[in-house]
């Protein structure tokens, strides 16, 4: 049984392009979140997603971000017009139930030049 | 607004000593403390969590002592081993609610052969 898996490990995007993450949660897992860690800082949560459904997007800036859980594939969350301040890495994580333990993946480092 | 903050950004320990690593937080009614160890280029891994009806959890060469009084929670790791080098991250999560992770900003703990 695979772990969380993200992809890719690192991704490389100019400012102005758009960066698209993708997460494929544990077997049988069908709640994801997504956390960003800036250089120097804990991870702080984004968004929370069940399948089709977006349960929380508190930590989601308002503009440019998006994330989506389909029925069928990943978890993508999209960066629209990046800019330098989106430079982080990006981390998701599911679990099995609402109180379940986590398992991470091994996040993706995007940098913005 | 719930935080849980670590003010020691880096320890150094000599091998076979005790580590310990501490956290403070806020507000807490109902909320669970977890700590996570983190290497580079990888996502955190979880270690040791405690309800905040208890005043300690021990697993192994791990225990955590939650201070309510104090608001203090802390990581006791003994013997420390040179794979103990990593960051730790406190968090917590609400007993109910969309169970989304708060995390301090981390510790970066080095064990010395």
């Known amino acids: 049984n695979a772990g969380v898996m993200q992809n890719p490990r690192h991704l490389v995007r100019r400012r102005g392009q758009e960066a698209r993450l993708r997460c494929s949660p544990m077997?049988?897992?069908?709640?994801v979140y997504w956390y960003r860690q800036l250089p120097e800082e804990g991870l702080k949560f984004m968004v929370y997603?069940?399948?089709?459904?977006?349960?929380?997007e508190s930590g989601m800036p308002k503009e440019r971000f998006s994330a989506e859980f389909p029925k069928e594939g990943p978890s993508i969350l999209r960066i629209q017009q990046v800019v330098r301040g989106d430079s982080a890495a990006y981390f998701c994580?599911?679990?099995?139930?609402?109180?379940?333990?986590?398992?991470f993946g091994s996040g993706t480092r995007l940098t913005v030049v | 607004d719930q935080q849980v903050k670590q003010n020691s950004p880096s320890l150094s320990v000599q091998e076979g000593r005790i580590s310990i690593l501490n956290c403070d937080y806020t507000?807490?009614?109902?909320?669970?403390f977890l700590w996570y160890k983190k290497y580079p280029a990888e996502g955190p891994t979880f270690l040791i969590s405690?309800?905040?009806?208890?005043d300690k959890n021990e697993d192994g060469r791990f225990t955590v002592f939650l201070n309510k009084s104090a608001k203090h929670l802390s990581l006791h790791i003994v013997p420390s081993q040179p794979g103990d080098s990593a960051v730790y991250f406190c968090?917590?999560?609400?007993?109910?609610?969309?169970?989304?992770?708060?995390f301090g900003t981390g510790t970066r703990l080095t064990i010395i052969p």
């Open positions: 994580a599911s679990t099995e139930t609402k109180a379940g333990g986590y398992t």
């Open positions: 968090a917590r999560i609400s007993n109910f609610g969309n169970e989304k992770l708060t």
């Open positions: 077997k049988g897992h069908s709640h």
């Open positions: 997603l069940q399948k089709e459904n977006i349960i929380d």
């Open positions: 405690i309800s905040s009806i208890k």
């Open positions: 507000n807490s009614m109902f909320d669970y």
